[in-house]
């Protein structure tokens, strides 16, 4: 059985905000705040000491990127908390701002479209809490269309397999996406994280470098 998160939840659209809240107490999320500016969202994660936060990223009163900086303020004094930021829209600069911070570890950007898919939703949310990097599909066809060095080094395919790395997808996913063998995915991500020149830490922190290279070489 799997452990109950506990989640902070910010969005200022009352009826988005308790249709969130209802959905992830359907999947066994335990929602302790939910709130609608970014103000309420700190004062909120600084009571609860919650698993995860999920925000908006225009919030009150602004409307511009209260939720954003409430995220990364809260990573910076917490580090190993899950932070998901829901965007209406595709924003590069954003996506590639939070997923800076610590390193990339439990975090996620999300289009509030990705809400509709039920059970993708929910799956990218424990992704992010297990320790994932879970970005937006459309985010990632937004950044291949712009990519530049380093990713020129890296061939089609490789960079189809770093798109999915960046969605959140291990390899047996990739495997099952691309219908090639799981030493084929191997050895592509091996190329990709050699190719980049990452540091050699451990395999899961050098998907993530490999997530914030992606993003910082096509913003």
């Known amino acids: 059985m799997r452990p109950t998160v506990r989640v902070?939840?910010?969005?200022?659209?009352?009826?988005?905000?308790?249709?969130?809240?209802?959905?992830?107490?359907?999947f066994g999320f335990e929602v302790v705040a939910a709130v609608g500016d970014a103000e309420a969202l700190l004062a909120a994660a600084a009571e609860h000491e919650p698993d995860l936060v999920v925000t908006d990223i225009r919030m009150p009163p602004g409307f511009s990127d209260e939720g954003l900086r409430a995220a990364v303020e809260l990573r910076r004094a917490r580090p190993g908390l899950a932070v998901v930021a829901l965007s209406q829209y595709v924003e590069l600069s954003y996506a590639a701002e939070l997923l800076d911070s610590r390193d990339g570890v439990r975090v996620g950007?999300?289009?509030?479209?990705?809400?509709?898919d039920v059970e993708d939703f929910v799956s990218a949310l424990r992704r992010v809490v297990e320790g994932g990097t879970v970005v937006d599909p459309t985010v990632v066809r937004q950044?291949?269309?712009?990519?530049?060095?380093?990713l020129s080094r890296l061939s089609a395919r490789e960079r189809e397999v770093l798109a999915l790395i960046a969605e959140g997808h291990s390899n047996s996913a990739i495997t099952r996406i691309l219908h090639i063998s799981d030493a084929?995915?191997?050895k592509h991500v091996g190329n990709i994280l050699a190719k980049l020149d990452l540091p050699l830490t451990d395999d899961k922190h050098r998907r993530v470098l490999a997530v914030l290279?992606?993003?910082?070489?096509?913003a």
Do not use: H, M, W
Not at 213 to 218: A, D, F, K
């Open 8 to 26: 902070v939840l910010a969005e200022d659209g009352v009826l988005l905000r308790e249709g969130l809240a209802g959905l992830l107490g359907r």
């Open 109 to 116: 950007y999300l289009l509030k479209d990705r809400v509709v």
């Open 143 to 150: 950044l291949l269309r712009r990519s530049r060095d380093p």
């Open 184 to 186: 084929t995915v191997g």
């Open 213 to 218: 290279t992606y993003l910082r070489g096509t």
